[in-house]
């Protein structure tokens, strides 16, 4: 029977992407052949001891489905019949004693299942001990150990993937030595049970938070770090959209998909769900596009604000924007390397950039709106506003178009910040700003107060020269500040920067009081 699907000519026809948010595996699984790979030798090779993997990334990057892909789906118990993966999510534990307990039970369901003659009166002992909710935390333990032991000992090879791994923050706080519990499960080549975990934190973090006594334990994983996809793996997950590979659209699509999602494959996906939704037969046609991220846009600000959201939490928020933003106050040269590791940023020739450029509009919408800017936000908004009040006096509230007409030299660079005001009024809304000002750098705002300099000059006092050589210094410092290169400024010039700032501070404060 032919599925219905209520396009025209479209009979048979399925959305590739209409699980999007759901675990991807299987033949939809695209790309992270590297981390496939590190997974594969550390928990499925048939090694004495298996390897504790910790896999870790941005929300809704892949974690989970990189887990369940290697060692979740049937093809995989077909490949490696001998193997039990257990799969928990940690969020949905109420204690310590709950999780042992139900990895016991799912790996003797797993066993019963398989028909296998292992099942003896040890084995059924053990597990019942461990079902035994009188029993205390620490038999519990030896009573989970020899379990497993006898499970190695039988020829099986117990894996358990705990999944949302960040909750084991506020689960294992009440039963100090959970983490101790699940490392002698891991590294103890009695039983040689796998342990892998997805978070969206480090390991460190994890700990720390929740028993900072217990700091072997990260010790023994290794962090695999999922990030966006490459232009390969993103070329692959959009050759999956029906007619992709042969569409006249399909170049000018991936810049535009690589500008709003950067890569991002659960972006991504959103996207080209949406995409095949309107137009079943040729997805990428520019129209389609335009509508599709627009209907998402709701979409990606939850995104983004549940983002921000985990990195304020962490206390990364401010890092990050001190990196891609400036002023770079408190960042780090280590913390910048961190954020790019983690995959929430790129480098991009001789400056960092976030993940996506439509990121990185909502993380400048934040920054412009965030008071910690310290000294020189101060600074520049009060410059912004000198140059705007003056020019209203002057040529009146209409002043933007009358530049355009005096100044013709001055129209591309009017041009390129009403150009970046629309893009972030689209992607924002109410949220982003009106003020064309507020979209300019020091250099742009000595332009147009040396094209006017009868009426700034005026206010200023000094001449243009003097007044030259301080944004020189302004623009030439601000720059490397924003973008995390404060290496190529000498202290010299970092003490004319705040010297000036304090000057402009105190020459246009009364002015626009």
């Given at each position: 029977?032919?599925?219905?699907?209520?396009?025209?000519?479209?009979?048979?026809?399925?959305?590739?992407?209409?699980?999007?948010?759901?675990?991807?595996?299987?033949?939809?699984?695209?790309?992270?052949?590297?981390?496939?790979?590190?997974?594969?030798?550390?928990?499925?090779?048939?090694?004495?001891?298996?390897?504790?993997?910790?896999?870790?990334?941005?929300?809704?990057?892949?974690?989970?489905?990189?887990?369940?892909?290697m060692l979740m789906r049937p093809e995989?118990?077909?490949?490696?019949?001998?193997?039990?993966?257990?799969?928990?999510?940690?969020?949905?534990?109420?204690?310590?004693?709950?999780?042992?307990?139900?990895?016991?039970?799912?790996?003797?369901?797993?066993?019963?299942?398989?028909?296998?003659?292992?099942?003896?009166?040890?084995?059924?002992?053990?597990r019942e001990r461990v079902l035994d909710?009188?029993?205390?935390?620490?038999?519990?333990?030896?009573?989970?150990?020899?379990?497993?032991?006898?499970?190695?000992?039988?020829?099986?090879?117990?894996?358990?993937?705990?999944?949302?791994?960040?909750?084991?923050?506020?689960?294992?706080?009440?039963?100090?030595?959970?983490?101790?519990?699940?490392?002698?499960?891991?590294?103890?080549?009695?039983?040689?049970?796998?342990?892998?975990?997805?978070?969206?934190?480090?390991?460190?973090?994890?700990?720390?938070?929740?028993?900072?006594?217990?700091?072997?334990?990260?010790?023994?994983?290794?962090?695999?770090?999922?990030?966006?996809?490459?232009?390969?793996?993103?070329?692959?997950?959009?050759?999956?959209?029906?007619?992709?590979?042969?569409?006249?659209?399909?170049?000018?699509f991936l810049a535009k998909l690589n500008?709003?999602?950067?890569?991002?494959?659960?972006?991504?996906?959103?996207?080209?769900?949406?995409?095949?939704?309107?137009?079943?037969?040729?997805?990428?046609?520019?129209?389609?596009?335009?509508?599709?991220?627009?209907?998402?846009?709701?979409?990606?600000?939850?995104?983004?604000?549940?983002?921000?959201?985990?990195?304020?939490?962490?206390?990364?928020?401010?890092?990050?924007?001190?990196?891609?933003?400036?002023?770079?106050?408190?960042?780090?040269?280590?913390?910048?390397?961190?954020?790019?590791?983690?995959?929430?940023?790129?480098?991009?020739?001789?400056?960092?950039?976030?993940?996506?450029?439509?990121?990185?509009?909502?993380?400048?919408?934040?920054?412009?709106?965030?008071?910690?800017?310290?000294?020189?936000?101060?600074?520049?908004?009060?410059?912004?506003?000198?140059?705007?009040?003056?020019?209203?006096?002057?040529?009146?509230?209409?002043?933007?178009?009358?530049?355009?007409?005096?100044?013709?030299?001055?129209?591309?660079?009017?041009?390129?910040?009403?150009?970046?005001?629309?893009?972030?009024?689209?992607?924002?809304?109410?949220?982003?700003?009106?003020?064309?000002?507020?979209?300019?750098?020091?250099?742009?705002?000595?332009?147009?107060?040396?094209?006017?300099?009868?009426?700034?000059?005026?206010?200023?006092?000094?001449?243009?020269?003097?007044?030259?050589?301080?944004?020189?210094?302004?623009?030439?410092?601000?720059?490397?500040?924003?973008?995390?290169?404060?290496?190529?400024?000498?202290?010299?010039?970092?003490?004319?920067?705040?010297?000036?700032?304090?000057?402009?501070?105190?020459?246009?404060?009364?002015?626009?009081?």
């Amino acid at each position: 029977m032919k599925k219905e699907t209520g396009y025209p000519g479209t009979d048979g026809w399925e959305n590739p992407f209409a699980a999007v948010g759901h675990p991807v595996y299987g033949k939809n699984h695209v790309g992270r052949l590297g981390d496939t790979e590190v997974l594969r030798q550390r928990i499925l090779q048939p090694s004495a001891v298996a390897g504790a993997t910790a896999i870790v990334g941005p929300p809704r990057i892949g974690k989970s489905s990189l887990a369940y892909h290697m060692l979740m789906r049937p093809e995989v118990r077909e490949q490696y019949p001998q193997l039990l993966p257990v799969w928990i999510n940690v969020r949905t534990q109420e204690s310590s004693e709950r999780l042992l307990r139900k990895l016991v039970d799912e790996l003797w369901t797993m066993i019963e299942e398989s028909g296998a003659d292992i099942v003896d009166a040890p084995l059924s002992r053990r597990r019942e001990r461990v079902l035994d909710s009188t029993r205390d935390w620490a038999e519990l333990q030896d009573d989970t150990q020899q379990f497993l032991k006898l499970i190695r000992r039988r020829g099986w090879k117990a894996v358990l993937i705990l999944d949302e791994f960040d909750s084991a923050r506020e689960v294992f706080k009440a039963r100090p030595g959970t983490f101790q519990a699940l490392r002698e499960i891991a590294s103890n080549p009695e039983w040689s049970i796998g342990l892998v975990t997805t978070s969206r934190r480090e390991l460190r973090e994890i700990v720390d938070r929740a028993d900072p006594v217990e700091s072997t334990f990260p010790g023994i994983f290794r962090e695999i770090y999922v990030r966006c996809f490459d232009s390969r793996e993103i070329a692959e997950l959009v050759d999956r959209a029906p007619g992709a590979s042969t569409s006249p659209w399909l170049a000018p699509f991936l810049a535009k998909l690589n500008r709003i999602t950067g890569g991002h494959p659960y972006l991504a996906s959103m996207l080209l769900d949406r995409l095949c939704t309107l137009a079943p037969v040729d997805p990428l046609v520019p129209e389609s596009i335009d509508v599709a991220i627009s209907d998402m846009r709701p979409a990606l600000q939850h995104y983004y604000n549940d983002l921000e959201a985990l990195l304020r939490a962490d206390g990364r928020f401010l890092s990050l924007l001190e990196v891609l933003m400036g002023p770079q106050i408190t960042a780090t040269q280590e913390d910048a390397e961190r954020l790019l590791y983690q995959g929430l940023i790129r480098a991009d020739g001789t400056r960092y950039r976030a993940f996506s450029d439509d990121f990185e509009d909502y993380l400048a919408l934040v920054g412009r709106q965030s008071d910690y800017w310290s000294s020189w936000v101060a600074v520049e908004t009060l410059l912004r506003s000198f140059v705007s009040g003056t020019l209203t006096d002057e040529l009146g509230a209409d002043w933007l178009n009358k530049v355009r007409k005096q100044r013709p030299k001055l129209v591309s660079l009017l041009d390129s910040w009403e150009m970046t005001r629309d893009r972030e009024i689209s992607s924002f809304g109410d949220r982003a700003s009106r003020e064309i000002l507020d979209y300019t750098y020091p250099h742009d705002l000595y332009a147009l107060i040396a094209s006017y300099w009868e009426y700034f000059g005026k206010l200023l006092g000094r001449d243009k020269k003097y007044w030259n050589d301080r944004f020189e210094i302004l623009s030439k410092v601000r720059n490397p500040m924003a973008h995390n290169r404060m290496s190529v400024i000498t202290s010299a010039e970092r003490g004319l920067f705040h010297a000036y700032c304090d000057e402009i501070q105190e020459l246009l404060t009364p002015i626009h009081r």
